[in-house]
């Protein structure tokens, strides 16, 4: 299983950018993927969350009403749109593969699978 991201930059707070998560190597019928964020000297956390039908979504409460996650499984591809974003945004942004379920956990130690992360820099 391999996962790309990509898309990650330093913008000022308010713009945004669209994070890219190319996923191949895996045949697994139910998945879920998702964001995470890494801050210098804090926990991973999760940022959202996918079903493999792009059915159950989740967001953490901070980034809710500014970010949406999406899917396109002809292209196994999933993207993270990030508008209005904060300084406190700023992390390592990672996608990442659960495999073998319906529901896509919040968890980072559920993923079996992970990316190797893209850096967000919000200026203020």
């Known amino acids: 299983v391999q996962l790309q991201a990509s898309g990650g930059g330093l913008v000022q707070a308010g713009r945004s950018l669209r994070l890219s998560c190319a996923a191949s190597g895996f045949t697994f019928k139910d998945y879920g993927i998702g964001w995470f964020r890494q801050a210098p000297g804090k926990e991973r956390e999760v940022v959202s969350v996918?079903?493999?039908?792009?059915?159950?979504?989740y967001y953490r409460n901070s980034v809710k009403g500014r970010f949406t996650i999406s899917s396109d499984n002809t292209k196994n591809m999933v993207y993270l749109q990030m508008n209005n974003l904060k300084p406190e945004d700023t992390a390592i942004y990672y996608c990442a593969v659960e495999a073998n379920v319906v529901v896509a956990g919040i968890w980072a130690d559920e993923y079996d699978y992970w990316g190797q992360g893209t850096l967000v820099t919000v200026s203020s």
């Open positions: 996918i079903s493999s039908t792009g059915s159950n979504t």
